[in-house]
């Protein structure tokens, strides 16, 4: 084989494998995005309406079907939702008071250190309270 049709194999190879990276990544950003707030969003109508859709055409209702799940498939994302908040204001305080009773065997650098990082956690928790704080 010389050396040109070795070169033009080698771009060839690459360019399959970037185009599949590409697609690979532009999905996953979509995924991320996009599709799970919307699976994972309890509080607004788009959402609810996603998750409606979907378990519609997984299960195939008809229209009359459809309409007498609507309002029971919203009311179970509502419940889902008070208790995830319930959870996260439950989780939040438990794990608060665990820390207050671990920083006084920290050094001033450690408890500090630990108060960011249960300050970033919790601002990740928080999500799912919305605007409401615990």
Aim: contains cysteine; proline residues 3%; glycine residues 8%.
């Amino acid at each position: 084989m010389d050396r040109k049709t070795k070169l033009k194999a080698g771009c060839g190879l690459l360019a399959v494998f970037g185009t599949g990276f590409l697609c690979g990544g532009v999905a996953l950003f979509l995924f991320l995005v996009r599709i799970i707030p919307l699976s994972e969003g309890w509080r607004d109508e788009e959402s609810k309406k996603f998750v409606t859709d979907h378990l519609s055409k997984q299960l195939d209702l008809s229209d009359s079907q459809l309409e007498q799940a609507r309002p029971l498939i919203h009311a179970a994302l509502d419940e889902r939702y008070e208790r995830r908040k319930a959870y996260v204001k439950e989780d939040i305080a438990l794990t608060g008071e665990a820390l207050s009773k671990v920083l006084p065997t920290l050094t001033d650098t450690q408890q500090e250190k630990a108060k960011q990082v249960f300050q970033r956690w919790k601002k990740g928790k928080e999500r799912f309270l919305g605007d409401e704080q615990p």
